[in-house]
């Protein structure tokens, strides 16, 4: 529940005050890492000698963008998931390389216990990647984001402890510009090829404040679930979300810089996405996203290089003027009736789900489609109508199941692969055809909704769209840019532990 009204305009002005003593604004890092990997040739478990000399070589890496970050005034960096060491472990030592994750390592104590790692590298026992990240933190004077593993013995005297005797966790550390840990989070919504990893019994909400506003953690697949990522933002009010992730890109709605830019903009939040650079597994695309859109942002998959970005943001983006408003997500669209009865209609899949979908047949119009209780509007007009690409409206209400369970409300507009409206769905990643205008909008659920808008070529449109607080995702000028999706893309977690429904409803 919110404070009465004036109460908290005295908290928000109160809370103006202070912070306009503290910086205004700050400078962010993130760095996409391309991962070198443990040698597969060896069929040999990796000593701990050889598995740090692994570590160090990532870590030259790192260090290398973290001096420059630090050199340009930057006051925090955040590095990727999987980005010391790479991933594909096993759990056991019998495992085909890379073999087991245990000599990589290392017991991560609670931020509580006031350590520097740097100046006191053995208090906790052997911690050779901890005492360098700190180290780095400290020698370069900035805020360090790394993703380590971590372990913790236990016993039977736990009924829930592991057969090998420990937990093993990954886990985001933080290191502050003394090279003090101030932050471990161990990663909740651990992905399907995570067996190395436990994960812990609780979600941790992770916060520490700076001088630059209040900071929160989470990982990867982690941003598609409540707990923690929505629990940080809505209710431990953080500023900024540092995300360190190995992000393989699913178009038409997961590909990294778009559905990361469309979190920062649907809950309002600064986020800082290092992803690893690994083109075979499609990962590529890291950014640095303020409410209002992308400050910047990589994506290539074209050649292997890591990339270092650099954005200014501001501290407490919620008291910023260029704050967008608070929206509620079906206003408008509850205030119209149906704009179309469509005869057209058909299914097709995207990722999994089954959409319904119609054509925009004609160079402009308004256009309707529902599926179940979500009911998609869509008015626009093309700069042009190409006789050989195709474009639909789509409307998917339902619960996803497949590499997770969660429960999606979508309202989208996209480019079909090919004419064959049975391609439509597929992934696509260039068009040709620009938009004089659009307004998407749709009867959700849910008051979790990302905007995405997708240009051609997988660039995003800073600047060139917004959403009302009626709920309408609408273009502010032409679109600079073919477009290959625009899409609301809404996330009902209360629904994620429904039951599937037996068969997809009737067609339509
Ligand atoms: C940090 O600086 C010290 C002394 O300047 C140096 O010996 C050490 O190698 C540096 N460590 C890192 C990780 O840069
Ligand atoms: C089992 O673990 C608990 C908690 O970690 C510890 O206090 C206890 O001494 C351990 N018992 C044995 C037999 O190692
Ligand atoms: C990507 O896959 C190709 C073909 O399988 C292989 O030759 C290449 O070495 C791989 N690249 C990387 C960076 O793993
Ligand atoms: C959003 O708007 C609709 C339609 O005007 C209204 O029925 C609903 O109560 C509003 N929701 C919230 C959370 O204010
Ligand atoms: C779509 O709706 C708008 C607003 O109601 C109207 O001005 C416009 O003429 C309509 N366009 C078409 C092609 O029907």
Known sequence: MLPPQPLLRTAVFALAVLQALAADTFIAAVYEHAVILPDAATAEPVSPHDALALMNKNMDVLEGAIKEAAQQGTHIIVTPEDGIYGWGFSRENTHPPPGTISPYLEDIPDPAVDWIPCTDPTRFGPAPAQERLSCMARNHSIYVVANIGDKKACNSSDPGCPSDGRYQYNTDVVFDPEGKLVARYHKYNLFISEAQFNHPKEPEAITFETPFGKFGIFTCFDILFHEPAVVL????????????????????????????????????????????????????????????????????????????????????????????PAVNWSSYALSVERFSLNDHEFRGLIFHDSFIFTELTKPEGNLTVCQKDLCCHLSYRMAGKQEDEVYVLGAFDGLHVVEGQYYLQICTLLKCRSTDLKTCGQPVETAQTKFEMFSLSGTFGTNYVFPEVLYSGVQLA??????????RLISKTMTTKPVVTVTLFGRWYEKDHLKQDPDPPAFP
């Open 233 to 324: 933002v809505s209710k431990l009010q953080v500023d900024t979300v540092l995300f360190p992730t190995a992000w393989m890109n699913v178009l038409p709605f997961l590909t990294a810089v778009e559905f990361h830019s469309a979190w920062a903009m649907g809950m309002g939040v600064n986020f800082l996405a290092a992803d690893r650079h690994h083109t075979n597994l499609s990962m590529t695309g890291s950014g640095i996203y303020a409410p209002d859109g992308a400050r910047t942002y990589y994506y290539n998959m074209k050649t292997e290089d890591g990339r270092l970005l650099i954005a200014e943001l501001d501290s407490h983006p919620r008291l910023s003027p260029a704050f967008p």
């Open 462 to 471: 800073p600047g060139e769209f917004e959403v009302l607080n009626d709920g």
